[in-house]
């Protein structure tokens, strides 16, 4: 006896998962707007505060370079308009070029010294025992710590000319002409003090950082390179700046922004002199613009220095992608 089969049913072009809901109940259509629109809303202070806290004064900023404000103009409460004059005055004014090299090669000098001292401390923090890596890292981070004042303060007593441990301890070990030095006489030793200063401070960021980045090589590595007969030095080349090359190349972009636009230090320590031979371009900006009370002149500079940054960034930029793209 035959069994007759039921006729197939063509689904309809519809038909899908909501297809066999009870009649009477819509199927879900996803996520609903709220859903959707959480991860934006949770995002929205942060947009809020950077916009009110950095995109709010860096457009004041700008408007004002384009402004004749001086002393006058502030008190009349006048708004003189002068186009690009303020940028033309400084990108054809010596002054302006000689310190953005002082700036530049000021940048350099500290960044170098900064990773290469930040990543030998960084490999004694992986070398050492539990007990000497926690006391050095107390030490470091007690140096990190330091407001940039209080740091600026201690370093200014430490070179003072009359009462300065440095000055005292040079003479103890024989160099007598150093009992009564003035640091602050000259250009290359006030720039000494501060690189000194910048350096301590900086090394601590570094450091923590080489030391957090070496605790991802895998072992293996290591004990593969010493059985092919690499030394130390050998080893650093070939295993741990090949893998940690994104670290160093961050790390050293950041230290660049941040020696570059580095500003308390290099102010509270002698002001940009002796006769303003040690400004950098953010001291150089705050002298214009409120020490001369030519305000839209230290706008401009400040803009100026902020393009610099940016060519900087791009720059970086650039490498990141490039190496993503070989990845």
């Not at 090394?203 to 605790?215: G, K, Q």
């Not at 972009?253 to 308390?264: A, G, P, Q, S, Y």
């Not at 613009?289 to 803009?303: E, F, S």
Request: charged letters at 15%; a positive charge; proline letters at 5%.
């Amino acid at each position: 006896m035959a069994v007759q089969s039921e006729p197939v049913r063509a689904k309809s072009p519809g038909a899908g998962v909501g297809a066999d809901a009870p009649k009477g109940v819509r199927p879900s259509a996803g996520p609903g707007l709220l859903s959707r629109s959480t991860p934006y809303l949770l995002l929205l202070p942060a947009v809020v505060a950077t916009l009110a806290l950095l995109c709010w004064p860096l457009v004041e900023t700008v408007i004002l370079s384009f402004q004749n404000l001086n002393k006058r103009q502030l008190i009349l409460h006048q708004t003189e308009w002068n186009g690009f004059k303020n940028y033309t005055d400084q990108l054809t004014s010596s002054e302006f070029w000689h310190t953005t090299g002082r700036s530049v090669a000021f940048t350099a000098l500290n960044v170098a010294l900064i990773m290469v001292f930040g990543t030998l401390v960084g490999l004694l923090l992986d070398r050492l025992g539990k007990r000497m890596r926690l006391a050095l890292q107390i030490a470091l981070m007690l140096a990190w710590a330091m407001p940039f004042v209080a740091q600026t303060t201690v370093f200014t007593w430490l070179f003072d000319s009359r009462y300065g441990v440095v000055n005292w301890f040079l003479d103890k070990l024989g160099w007598h002409s150093m009992a009564a030095y003035n640091w602050y006489s000259s250009q290359l030793s006030t720039f000494f003090v501060i690189m000194l200063l910048l350096v301590w401070g900086s090394i601590p960021f570094v450091a923590f950082n080489m030391y957090a980045a070496l605790t991802t090589i895998p072992k293996e590595l290591y004990e593969a390179a010493r059985l092919d007969g690499a030394g130390s030095y050998k080893v650093f080349t070939s295993v741990i700046f090949p893998t940690l090359k994104p670290f160093f190349l961050g790390t050293t972009f950041l230290e660049v922004i941040w020696i570059f636009k580095c500003f308390t230090q290099v102010y509270a320590i002698n002001a940009g002199g002796p006769q303003r031979l040690t400004e950098t371009l953010p001291v150089y900006a705050f002298i214009e613009g409120m020490g001369n009370q030519h305000y839209g002149v230290g706008a401009a500079i400040a803009v100026l220095t902020i393009l610099m940054l940016s060519v900087l960034m791009s720059y970086y930029f650039r490498i990141i992608i490039k190496q993503e793209d070989e990845l």
